[in-house]
């Protein structure tokens, strides 16, 4: 399998990021199953695997430790912290206090002395970035992490925070994992290219736009058994305008099914390969809750796509724009509050 350098760290990794958030109960609850998955993707050439404190509240880095066992010094192993791990007001968040405690949790959960990247998961827009920094740095000097990063940060936020290293003598954020996929392209706009200027490494994480892009979902049918959206993942029907945009999306996936059919590839893979394409991207995170999922995926690690085909993802989907519902993370300049005047 193909490898990249992850940004500016000299660190190899595979162009398909294993990301466990499908281990445990969110999605599949068989433990041995998940370990058998995991197995597959190291002896298939990936390198990589990303997890997070949040997934199925912990279950997920057990699975992941279980499975490493024997194998850890072969993988770059990645997991986040930021989320909420309980009713406690300061189990969550980007403070010295929470990622001291949750790193000896993750650590913990997964079985080893050290993580090679740490993410903070979202902005936290009530700790200083300094004191993000200044956490994390202190990490890395006292061995527990080799590097950090961010996920689902805007261009803005990137550029402070690389700067607030710099200027406070902090090690400095490696990495970014954002949303990626053909039915979401804002970051191409700015993250992209803010990424390459600092020389981050890009981690996209959901190509296939939660189960969208893999043809399982179709204009017209009924939701299929046991999928992601049937089990409550997405929020399709939540709301008028979401209904809206979810037709809008499927009216995208009867075009771009097309697209790959001229181009003689399943979309799943037509998919990964349009994010991989980029050359600001390092490592596309594939979720699979199956091992036919995994075993789908990895027949596609060597598809290309040329000119034409980029061309005709283009005019289904314009560079920069989102199809979607709403962001994954919304600034917070955005909420009702800072919108309205007091009265």
Not at 41 to 48: K, Q, T, V
Not at 115 to 127: E, K, M
């Amino acid at each position: 399998m193909e490898l990249r350098t992850l940004g500016r760290t000299g660190v190899q990794v595979s162009v398909y990021c294993l990301g466990a958030m499908m281990f445990g109960p969110w999605g599949n609850d068989d433990h041995d199953d998940c370990v058998r998955i995991v197995h597959k993707a190291l002896d298939d050439g990936i390198n990589f695997v990303d997890t997070a404190d949040v997934y199925s509240a912990g279950v997920s880095e057990e699975i992941v430790g279980r499975a490493l066992k024997g194998r850890r010094d072969d993988v770059v192993l990645a997991t986040k912290f930021f989320a909420p791990m309980g009713s406690e007001p300061n189990h969550h968040g980007g403070s010295r206090r929470w990622i001291f405690r949750e790193v000896e949790n993750s650590l913990r959960r997964l079985d080893t002395d050290y993580l090679d990247l740490y993410q903070i998961h979202r902005p936290d827009d009530t700790a200083d970035i300094d004191e993000t920094l200044g956490a994390l740095s202190d990490l890395v000097h006292q061995g527990k992490i080799r590097y950090f990063g961010h996920s689902t940060f805007p261009a803005e936020y990137i550029v402070e925070a690389q700067w607030t290293a710099e200027r406070r003598r902090r090690e400095r954020f490696v990495s970014e994992q954002p949303p990626y996929s053909i039915l979401m392209r804002g970051i191409e706009r700015a993250v992209l290219p803010t990424c390459a200027r600092y020389g981050i490494g890009v981690i996209p994480w959901s190509p296939l736009a939660g189960g969208l892009l893999t043809g399982r979902y179709r204009k017209g049918q009924p939701v299929p058994e046991g999928s992601r959206l049937a089990r409550g993942f997405g929020s399709q029907a939540a709301s008028e305008r979401q209904r809206a945009a979810h037709e809008r999306r499927l009216d995208i996936v009867e075009a771009l099914v097309k697209v790959a059919a001229d181009a003689g590839v399943s979309l799943t893979h037509l998919a990964h390969a349009f994010v991989l394409e980029h050359p600001a991207v390092t490592s596309a995170i594939i979720g699979p809750r199956t091992m036919e999922q995994l075993d789908d995926v990895l027949a596609g690690r060597d598809v290309r796509l040329d000119e034409a085909t980029l061309d005709a993802i283009d005019e289904v989907v314009r560079p920069g724009t989102d199809i979607s519902a709403g962001d994954p993370w919304q600034p917070p300049g955005l909420a009702r509050g800072p919108r309205r005047r007091a009265r």
